[in-house]
């Protein structure tokens, strides 16, 4: 099993990022998929779930609104559409698969000035 994230890197306030998790040795379209984020000092947090179709979605209080998670399950890939970013959401944003436990690698996201 693996889990690639990428997309991370650094934006002002206000701005856009795209991630991406590219998955691989496992039946992807059968798995609910999940993303999370973990920002210095402090707990990894539960961020967007998405059903096994793609057609359910969930999002914690912090992004809702701002964040959409999507995924493909032709090309084995999930997404994470960040819009309206905000300085708190400097983080590293991990890609995870609830069902097994498998965690991607993470990548950093920094919104600042």
């Known amino acids: 099993v693996q889990l690639v994230e990428s997309g991370g890197g650094l934006v002002q306030p206000g701005g856009s990022l795209r991630l991406s998790c590219a998955a691989s040795g496992f039946t992807f379209s059968a798995y609910v998929m999940t993303w999370y984020r973990q920002a210095p000092g402090k707990e990894r947090e539960w961020v967007a779930t998405i059903s096994s179709g793609g057609g359910g979605t969930n999002y914690g209080n912090s992004v809702k609104g701002r964040f959409t998670i999507s995924r493909d399950n032709v090309k084995n890939m999930m997404y994470l559409q960040m819009n309206s970013l905000k300085p708190e959401d400097t983080a590293v944003y991990y890609c995870?698969?609830?069902?097994?436990?498998?965690w991607g690698q993470g990548t950093q996201v920094t919104v600042s000035s």
């Open positions: 995870y698969v609830p069902a097994s436990g498998y």
